[in-house]
């Protein structure tokens, strides 16, 4: 298939070279154009703008920091909403918030154009190793079309429901569980490191007890306290939680851990760790308990 | 290895009898004799008390339901702690509060008895099948010469640290981790059925991102409401939750979700659940989001 | 002094009011006109748009809804922005963030016109009767020469500081206050009812202890179970609270009864009570004790 | 009447003395002697025990630190339970739990003994100026017998129900009610400061607002940072919080900012904080914010 790509960060590049290695032609547009280079060599087309990444192409992706880099993509001068007939589907991967997800499905449907969502949940790593779970929702026809191209950026495909919003519902709610997870990670180390216990062997048992490559991943990440270079930052997280809380607030659900985390992801704020792994939430639960950061650091390089 | 074992609930029925099946010659007490039975047939010794189980024995399990249970069964009339020397090891796998593990420990050692722990993971099924996950902790070389027993009765062995609190540490921490995952499938779930979709197809996501089999246990459990019969009973489950937050009051590290459990497991009792599983704490999510119980009990059934 | 005066909901009016009947001239603009019509009998003047009430004016008064209401009024056409030199002081009444305050800062100097805040405590009772609890900020002399107009709408007038939008933090920081006493309140009396005692009673012993008229008066709203028709309605009572923490996150200082008081705010919309009185969050409080509410409302009546 | 008086820290001193004052016969008792000399001076008889304190009374205060403290003195050799025929009207004005409550109930009950419960609300001062607000409970003959005396150490005084807990559920959830305002302003106090304005101010505002002493009292404390010598320590405050909780439990009514508020007294205590005011809850949340509390001790003292 013919592809466009928009917005080359780590996640997007790494989505875009699996797509290229699938055997799909490519055409990439990001702002800072250096990041096209590599891809470039590998054989994509580089695009001038997004528009220019989207005419011809049979789908295109946007994969953006947030709703504002998204609005501007699309709806920006020479934006995907911009193109004429026939527009290929726009393949919204980033994480945005619902309400934004619905206003593209609206505008497209005025402009007579497709649109689908296509999240995923993984990190850079596994955008690169073609290991991401992916979560499309849309027009059930168009959805089965792009399929294959889900198959060529990750390990398994999966449809939340019928309206492109949908699969934004299970992304936010998949990253409530991983929020969740860091906090409770946070509040029992704590707990074991105050016993005067090795937080690493506690870790042992819950890697034994759940058996999961996230509670290992991040778990090891916490234990060791590895919070530099961050895999996601503390502000982003900050940034995604706000957008779960939006959705609980839109949908009715109420959902108290969302809110808790959002404190303490403020509170680490206040305490400098914007840059820091999110993960690094359960500093402040090592503060609370009046555990010493440094103290801290001793230990784990210990 | 000659063994006594007291307390053949659920957990301890299925631990003995792997012991059985080990090779160990074994004396068990029940306080309802019926349940001593099975194990009878099986080659077991019945004993009329807890003394009675443990003399003679190298090493004598306790299994039982609570701090009261455990205190009848050692310092009550013909209890474990009247036992002449040379004492059997007292083995702990009850999930105590800490506070009356050191108080186990200082009464033994007050007697020169010897007394470790042995703390599991696992529902009964685990039990029954030697999967359950064994932490111990205590004085290492009484932990060493019991190595064997916990291969018996267990996929995994882990040593807390060289007292025998230091096992309930982790007991107490690894149950708060599952009773945090309980409330955060609650909240996502009620907000995937708010958006009107299938929190099934949620659970299928995170069972691909998480693979794990404690998500999906419980996640299928709350997914499908089946909260009955009871793998652990809610009123089980809150009791355990307020010894996690003893624990952290004893140890000064504050355990915010702990907290936010308790209250929505509290709420749960309030509405009749004493005796449902206590993944039904979702329940009090599904009620808050305005969920209706019957609606859902249709859509599970559906 | 010639005074302008856009927004006469339940607060403006009152306020208006007092400023006529302390002997101030005064333009009055709503966008629906008939609520005009009282105070032209009173002798005020009525403008067709935002920027006739102001024209002339010393100082021209906004008291509207929220963010979005004041942007049109100021920004909008015929808006209180697009006023000519000399500008008169834009004194803004309204709970709006601090966000849209500090914009409103600058665009007002941006165009050199003066602009304060005089944000306002009290309910609509309290401005008909001159006992508004006024807080003002913004630049010190352009304060003080509308320090008389505070004094004809309230009974006590603060200076919160040199800018405009630290007025909106105290203001957003007194409802948090009241916010958090509702909440106390729907616990306290769900427990006191719990235990089958009389909340009445519990109220009077409070009132006794604290001595304040707010006590007073929401103890009874919500003692009473009085939440229709509503003096702050709970979805308005929501904005605030969002905005809250929209402060709470901008400042970086978390707020974590905030965020446990909008979740029961959400719930309570999952419940349809978004046009009671925001006290009846107390019903989340006595829903999560198993206390029904058609019980509560007998037990009120009796 | 004759009275016997049982306990003279700094709330049984004053009310004691305030006893004495109102023409009663007083025979005290206290753990250490010191502490009964002044009394002694007034015309207080001095008991060697807390059964000759009681002999010969009509009614017998116990003015204890917790249930521990109370249950010694009642049930200890030479308690009060063994006073013979005709035992005085035994009165608890400690701060108790509610099952210790319910369990002296029972205990006197068996043993024929008549016992109340007049639970008191006000600080040190209160009990020296007749100022406390009195809260009893009990059978309806004996509570109206004992009134007069009620009148002789407080400014008001209440009837919480016909069995002698139920004073202790308005106790604990008047102190509740309390520490969330403590909380309440901890967290208003850190939103100010971080946006750079003057908390007093705030406290001026919120004074005018509330016009209540005990926001007086505590928003001075809090504001002043003047949390030694402590009116009421804060490693008291949390025997409270913690028996609010367990009313909660027992009640079947969850109590969200009674769990908060404990999880915040225990990071108090984790900082060192456990003998200052419970008001300096209010730093863990100063903390919280990155806000340090050395500059928070210079602020307050410039």
């Given at each position: 298939?013919?592809?466009?790509?928009?917005?080359?960060?780590?996640?997007?590049?790494?989505?875009?070279?699996?797509?290229?290695?699938?055997?799909?032609?490519?055409?990439?547009?990001?702002?800072?154009?250096?990041?096209?280079?590599?891809?470039?060599?590998?054989?994509?087309?580089?695009?001038?703008?997004?528009?220019?990444?989207?005419?011809?192409?049979?789908?295109?992706?946007?994969?953006?920091?947030?709703?504002?880099?998204?609005?501007?993509?699309?709806?920006?001068?020479?934006?995907?909403?911009?193109?004429?007939?026939?527009?290929?589907?726009?393949?919204?991967?980033?994480?945005?918030?619902?309400?934004?997800?619905?206003?593209?499905?609206?505008?497209?449907?005025?402009?007579?154009?497709?649109?689908?969502?296509?999240?995923?949940?993984?990190?850079?790593?596994?955008?690169?190793?073609?290991?991401?779970?992916?979560?499309?929702?849309?027009?059930?026809?168009?959805?089965?079309?792009?399929?294959?191209?889900?198959?060529?950026?990750?390990?398994?495909?999966?449809?939340?429901?019928?309206?492109?919003?949908?699969?934004?519902?299970?992304?936010?709610?998949?990253?409530?569980?991983?929020?969740s997870l860091l906090e409770t990670f946070g509040e029992g180390f704590a707990a074991t490191r105050k016993a005067?216990l090795d937080h690493h062997r506690f870790l042992d048992v819950m890697n034994e007890l759940f058996?999961s490559?996230?509670y290992?991943?991040y778990g090891a990440t916490i234990a060791?306290?590895?919070?530099?270079?961050?895999?996601?930052?503390?502000?982003?997280?900050?940034?995604?939680?706000?957008?779960?809380?939006?959705?609980?607030?839109?949908?009715?659900?109420?959902?108290?851990i969302?809110?808790l985390v959002?404190?303490h992801?403020?509170?680490?704020?206040?305490?400098?760790?914007?840059?820091?792994?999110?993960s690094?939430v359960s500093k402040v639960l090592a503060?609370s308990a009046?555990l010493?950061?440094?103290?801290?650091?001793?230990?784990?390089?210990?």
């Open positions: 298939m013919k592809i466009g790509f928009i917005g080359l960060g780590r996640m997007g590049a790494g989505m875009a070279r699996n797509l290229l290695g699938s055997g799909h032609q490519l055409a990439v547009y990001n702002r800072t154009r250096e990041k096209t280079e590599a891809l470039a060599r590998e054989g994509a087309r580089v695009a001038d703008s997004p528009v220019e990444a989207a005419r011809g192409s049979e789908a295109t992706f946007t994969m953006l920091a947030d709703d504002h880099a998204v609005s501007e993509v699309v709806f920006g001068r020479d934006g995907l909403a911009s193109i004429p007939d026939p527009a290929p589907v726009h393949i919204s991967s980033s994480t945005i918030s619902i309400a934004f997800a619905r206003r593209l499905a609206e505008e497209h449907g005025r402009r007579g154009q497709p649109f689908i969502t296509a999240c995923v949940f993984g990190r850079p790593e596994a955008a690169e190793n073609k290991k991401l779970v992916v979560v499309a929702a849309g027009e059930p026809e168009t959805v089965d079309r792009c399929y294959p191209l889900f198959d060529a950026i990750g390990r398994a495909a999966f449809v939340a429901g019928p309206a492109p919003w949908h699969a934004n519902v299970f992304k936010l709610c998949g990253n409530f569980m991983i929020a005067g058996q490559p996230v290992r991943n060791d306290q590895k919070f530099e270079p961050a895999g996601f930052a503390l502000k982003l997280g900050l940034k995604d939680v706000r957008q779960v809380l939006e959705l609980a607030l839109e949908l009715g659900a109420p959902m108290p969302a809110s959002r404190d992801l403020v509170s680490a704020m206040s305490h400098g760790q914007e840059a820091q792994d999110w690094s503060r009046g010493d950061d440094e103290a801290t650091a001793k230990t784990a390089s210990a």
